[in-house]
Nanobody, 121 residues
């Protein structure tokens, strides 16, 4: 069971990016999915999370600019980032708190590999 993130890149202030994260493996259920970010010298912080039912939670710094969504059939989570600011520059990681496999195995606290987002003119 793995998470694979993609979609990062270099964008000018005010621009947009869409991050994607897909889970692979024989998966029956994924609980909460989320995006975290870590800038150099900083701790890794929650950006947004979404439950399997679609309830969302956002960091105050991204409210109104970022939108998290998920496609349970595709075992994927997305982060639409608009009105990007230089302070959004960081490595972005996807995470899920619990994955249940078809064999009944439980996988806790799984992280993707991270994707770099750089906001600069």
């Amino acid at each position: 069971v793995q998470l694979q993130a993609s979609g990062g890149g270099l964008v000018q202030p005010g621009g947009s990016l869409r991050l994607s994260c897909a889970a692979s493996g024989s998966i029956v259920n994924i609980n909460v999915m989320g995006w975290y970010r870590q800038a150099p010298g900083n701790q890794r912080d929650l950006v947004a999370s979404i439950s399997r039912a679609g309830s969302t939670n956002y960091a105050d710094s991204v409210k109104g600019r970022f939108t998290i969504s998920r496609d349970n059939a595709k075992k994927s989570v997305y982060l639409q980032m608009n009105s990007l600011k230089p302070q959004d520059t960081a490595v972005y990681y996807c995470r899920t708190d619990l994955i249940v496999s078809t064999g009944g195995s439980l996988y806790y606290d799984r992280w993707g590999q991270g994707t770099q987002v750089t906001v600069s003119s």
